[in-house]
């Protein structure tokens, strides 16, 4: 089929980009033929290099963009093209929002074949910067001196970054001063090739509300050198310091953290809060790394779930609980289901922080949890909201939610895709999208987060 093929690899041609694909890219189309380009954007003309053909698309590289679109813009951060870790940043904040905003509504009508559902503008921040509150850093050793960064793409090497525009200022500064402490104390980062040394990962985390700071460093022995000159500096010189975890990680991993966790100083945990609600995290919990838009998003899910007070509310890949605890609020009684054990642990503790008692939490796999509430216990909810992970929801949940037959179901999705076909599923068993809310939980990523509303049409 070569044949059909209209370029050759190494080719350079002009190339009008007529669309933008899941992770950014570029895309234009040369005699039919897709061509992705990543850097490029939807408008331009771009003279590329191609430099892979598959059977029905190819990529090509940018090498200058001739016309460019009225949302290029100049990447703020100086380390953008080796990171990798933001891939949006060459576009305007808002040719992002109308980007992401796209990538939900072709979704809907190319998978989902969902026609006149609404799909509103994405909501975005104000201020789309600076709003991760947990930063997680490999240490390593480069030319005799510590280094903490990131991994250069497809590598194991660590190249040494000084600030993070996506990061919380404390975050930058907490992985800055405990670099730099360490460095002054001796403190031999750990060398991956020879398994030698002892500070693997520096990890932050900031309670955006509370302002409650927690360094974790994570080593390989239990053995820390200096110990206590340690604690006493990085006290000395981290702004509101609450917390320093170890955690120890004795194997040869790509994984971040160990079993073990000790708290060398101050408390286990650091708050923040979303609405009104009170979180305790600790070093490994799981929480959501955009307080601001999470309170967006969240609020939406309330709205959605549309609540009198008098409801049974199953929430579906529940995390720490933080739906169910913001729903919980509104609504008689909420049923959280999660896979993760330690979880369900946080989320229990959360619910009693806050003095929460109609929340139940349940561990196992939603498609198994679920349909057993329903045919053992009998359970009817009126409401389910769900926030699978990127494959979206199994056939026996979906299957499940249609016998149960709740008014309404709440759908977050991380992923268009996913979340065209299981609308899909549940429009032919009498689920009615109502409108779709795109909400930016990542600005300057490509991640595309939404928020569906379903009524049963009866
Ligand atoms: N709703 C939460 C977290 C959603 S992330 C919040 O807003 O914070 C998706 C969650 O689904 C993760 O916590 C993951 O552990 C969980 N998960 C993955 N597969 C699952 C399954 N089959 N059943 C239940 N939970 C699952």
């Known amino acids: 089929m070569t044949e059909?093929?209209?370029?050759?690899?190494?080719?350079?041609?002009?190339?009008?980009?007529?669309?933008?694909?899941?992770?950014?890219?570029?895309?234009?189309?040369?005699?039919?033929?897709?061509?992705?380009?990543?850097?490029?954007?939807?408008?331009?003309?771009?003279?590329?290099?191609?430099t892979k053909l598959n059977k029905n698309y190819g990529f090509a590289q940018l090498l200058e963009v001739m016309q460019?679109?009225?949302?290029?813009?100049?990447?703020?951060?100086?380390?953008?093209?080796?990171?990798?870790?933001?891939?949006l940043q060459h576009m305007t904040y808002e040719g992002q929002l109308q980007h992401k905003r796209q990538i939900v509504a072709d979704a809907l009508a190319r998978i989902g074949k969902l026609e006149g559902v609404p799909v509103?503008?994405?909501?975005?921040m104000d201020e789309?910067?600076?709003?991760?509150?947990?930063?997680?850093?490999?240490v390593g050793w480069v030319d005799g001196r510590m280094v903490a960064g990131f991994y250069a793409p497809r590598t194991h090497e660590i190249i040494d970054m000084q600030g993070c525009l996506i990061q919380h200022p404390y975050s930058d500064e907490i992985v800055n001063t405990t670099k730099r402490i360490l460095n002054e104390l001796g403190i031999r980062p750990y060398d991956e090739k020879g398994h030698r040394g002892l500070v693997r990962h520096i990890v932050a985390r900031v309670g955006y509300h509370t302002k409650e700071t927690m360094v974790v460093l994570v080593t390989?022995?239990?053995?820390?050198?200096?110990?206590?000159?340690?604690?006493?500096?990085?006290?000395?010189?981290?702004?509101?310091?609450?917390?320093?975890?170890?955690?120890?990680?004795?194997s040869i991993t790509n994984v971040i953290f160990g079993q073990e966790t000790v708290t060398l100083w101050g408390k286990d945990t650091i708050e923040d809060r979303i609405g009104d609600i009170r979180f305790s995290i600790s070093a490994r919990s799981f929480f959501q790394v955009n307080p601001v838009q999470t309170k967006v998003l969240y609020d939406k899910a309330l709205e959605y779930a549309r609540l009198n007070g008098d409801e049974?509310?199953?929430?579906?890949?529940?995390?720490?609980?933080?739906?169910?605890?913001?729903?919980?609020?509104?609504?008689?009684?909420?049923?959280?289901v999660e896979v993760v054990a330690d979880a369900i642990e946080d989320a229990k503790i959360n619910a009693e922080l806050n003095g929460i008692e109609n929340v139940e939490f349940l561990v196992g796999q939603a498609e198994q949890v679920i349909p057993e509430l329903f045919e053992a216990r009998g359970l009817r909810p009126d409401v389910v909201v769900v926030d699978p992970p990127r494959k979206g929801l199994e056939e026996a949940l979906l299957q499940t939610i249609v016998d149960m037959?709740?008014?309404?179901?709440?759908?977050?999705?991380?992923?268009?895709?996913?979340?065209?076909?299981?609308?899909?599923?549940?429009?032919?068993?009498?689920?009615?999208t109502q409108e779709v809310q795109p909400v930016d939980m990542f600005p300057q990523t490509f991640h595309v987060e939404s928020i569906s509303s379903l009524i049963l049409e009866k």
């Open 68 to 87: 460019p679109s009225r949302h290029r813009a100049q990447p703020p951060c100086p380390i953008y093209h080796q990171c990798g870790g933001c891939q």
């Open 312 to 336: 049974t509310v199953i929430d579906a890949y529940c995390g720490i609980g933080t739906i169910s605890l913001f729903l919980s609020q509104q609504a008689k009684r909420v049923i959280g």
């Open 128 to 138: 789309p910067w600076k709003y991760r509150n947990k930063s997680q850093v490999p």
């Open 220 to 250: 390989k022995e239990r053995e820390i050198p200096h110990k206590h000159k340690l604690i006493e500096q990085l006290r000395e010189w981290i702004p509101h310091l609450v917390s320093i975890i170890q955690n120890i990680n004795p």
């Open 4 to 50: 059909t093929i209209p370029v050759r690899k190494n080719q350079m041609i002009e190339l009008y980009i007529t669309g933008q694909g899941h992770e950014g890219e570029g895309v234009g189309k040369y005699e039919g033929y897709a061509l992705f380009v990543p850097g490029a954007l939807s408008g331009e003309q771009v003279r590329v290099r191609v």
């Open 120 to 124: 509103h503008p994405t909501l975005g």
């Open 405 to 432: 037959q709740p008014e309404r179901v709440v759908y977050v999705s991380c992923n268009p895709s996913t979340l065209a076909r299981d609308l899909r599923y549940l429009e032919d068993r009498g689920y009615k």
